[in-house]
């Protein structure tokens, strides 16, 4: 089966015309969004933030983009020093991940990160399209041995992430449509990082 993408540019060779249609099928896909997972997601890292606790984001990619994005817009952009927001994407550092994948393997790139970091109670949010990345999927279930809440963000049919997190705010799409699921991932991102801004000073 063709994914959306591909009949709107068979029907819309145009670049204005596929730009209004891409942006007429965001929207489509942005009203199927499951609100209230995004709304226990923010409860989520609030409640984090009154505990100390942290909140570690994963993905590869173009999700590995989307979760420093939002540690960036979390722990720095709600400038918050009283009572920070302890996120971190384990995504950032070049010299671990290309020191644990040389050594141990790209499967454990995150994991052993964790293994350093993570608390019982800490977040996990874990951003994957496809949902079915193995070191994605690997850290995911070591974070739930240990004790700590998994957010998944996922795409196509949410693949093993969506059956195994806590919280699941999934982008309902085709197959290989990795553009909508990324921009909506980022839409939640921004979504958040808005109401923080607001909450946190009230």
């Not at 089966?1 to 591909?6: S, T």
């Not at 550092?93 to 994948?101: E, F």
């Not at 705010?169 to 990795?178: A, L, P």
Request: hydrophobic share 40%; aromatic share 8%.
């Amino acid at each position: 089966m063709q994914n959306r993408l591909d009949e709107i540019f068979t029907e819309n060779r145009n670049p204005a015309q596929f730009a209004q249609k891409y942006g007429s099928y965001l929207g489509e896909v942005l009203s199927k969004l499951d609100y209230n997972a995004i709304g226990k997601m923010i409860e989520t890292v609030l409640d984090a933030r009154e505990r100390g606790a942290h909140i570690f984001f994963i993905g590869n990619g173009g999700s590995a983009a989307t979760a420093s994005h939002f540690a960036n817009d979390i722990s720095i952009g709600t400038r918050v020093t009283d009572k920070p927001f302890k996120a971190m994407a384990l995504t950032d550092n070049v010299a671990i991940l290309t020191a644990v994948g040389n050594d141990d393997g790209y499967e454990v790139i995150f994991t052993k990160q964790l293994q350093n970091f993570a608390n019982p109670g800490d977040v996990l949010v874990a951003i994957s399209a496809s949902g079915n990345s193995p070191n994605i999927i690997h850290t995911v279930k070591y974070a739930k041995e240990k004790g700590l809440k998994v957010i998944g963000l996922t795409g196509f049919d949410g693949g093993k992430l969506r059956e195994l997190s806590d919280i699941k705010i999934h982008v309902d799409t085709r197959k290989g449509e990795y553009g909508p699921v990324e921009d909506v991932h980022m839409f939640v991102d921004h979504l958040i990082g808005s109401y923080f801004n607001r909450i946190v000073k009230v």
